[in-house]
């Protein structure tokens, strides 16, 4: 959670696990109206969930596209125009202010930072994560933005200490993807093991929104740096039918 979010007032939600959901299905209890901070994997996924209730949501995004990370402009624009098919208001280029309780009856009215008031029943905070490494600072380990490790998962400043997951940095990259974990673990446990060529090179990122009605999977660059001649992009697209699908090439590999 931001810093300033007040906490105390009802109708705040955060989500870290099972608890943290049914926790926002009983306060909602099949009614009202959710405002969603961020318009990510998790926010969207939200959104949709709430949605086949019958649950009114607005989504708050600081960027000028949903998923701006893992989409370029097209595919973007075509999850924007599916999300808004299922009845989601999406701010975009805004972000949230303040939060205060309403002043004539229950809930909560956000204040944007674009001058909007948004009145609502629960605000749910979904602009990512962040690896707690508190632990690790106690030990004097360093840490980045996460634990600093090197090949072998090992940390940087004591190799008897491994770190791994979400909250391993490795080359400045913190993977918050399952599946870069698992490559980790598998890593780590080889060379505890005695398997000393056996070293972790990174992880290719790797995101699939889960929606019901929507096939949206994002693998790797997306979007070619800074128009280099070196990489070729084929594209098959069909904008009726919502059907996009984009393969970017560098020196013959995918």
């Known amino acids: 959670m931001p810093k300033d979010v007040p906490l105390e007032l009802p109708g705040i939600f955060t989500r870290r696990n099972r608890g943290d959901a049914d926790r926002l299905k009983t306060f909602l209890n099949h009614q009202g109206h959710v405002v969603i901070v961020g318009g990510g994997l998790l926010g969207l996924e939200l959104a949709a969930s709430l949605r086949e ?4 949501v607005s989504i ?10 893992q989409l370029d402009l097209i595919s973007g624009d075509l999850l924007r125009e599916h999300i808004e098919e299922m009845d989601v208001k999406v701010y975009f280029n805004d972000q949230v202010q303040t939060i205060f309780p309403h002043k004539n009856e229950s809930g909560l009215v956000v ?6 008031t948004v009145p609502c029943n629960a605000v749910v905070d979904a602009v990512g994560t962040r690896p707690n490494v508190e632990l690790a600072l106690e030990a004097q380990i360093a840490c980045g933005r ?21 909250v391993a940095e490795f080359n400045g990259v913190v993977n918050g993807i399952t599946a870069a ?25 790797m995101n699939i929104l889960k929606l019901a009605d929507l096939d949206l999977c994002s693998l790797g660059l997306v979007e070619v740096p ?3 001649p ?3 992009e084929v594209i098959f697209t069909d904008k009726a039918k919502r059907y996009y699908k984009k393969c970017i090439i560098h020196q013959d590999k995918l």
């Open 181 to 205: 974990a698992e490559q980790q673990a598998d890593v780590a446990a080889r060379f505890l093991a005695g398997d000393f060529s056996s070293y972790y090179s990174g992880s290719i990122f």
């Open 53 to 56: 209730i019958d649950i009114t």
């Open 60 to 69: 708050v995004q600081l960027s000028s596209r949903l998923m701006e990370r």
């Open 230 to 232: 070196d990489y070729e």
């Open 226 to 228: 800074d128009n280099s």
């Open 111 to 116: 204040n944007l930072k674009s001058g909007k």
């Open 146 to 166: 996460g634990i600093m490790v090197n090949d072998y998962l090992q940390t940087t400043t004591d190799p008897e200490i491994f770190a791994m997951g979400e």
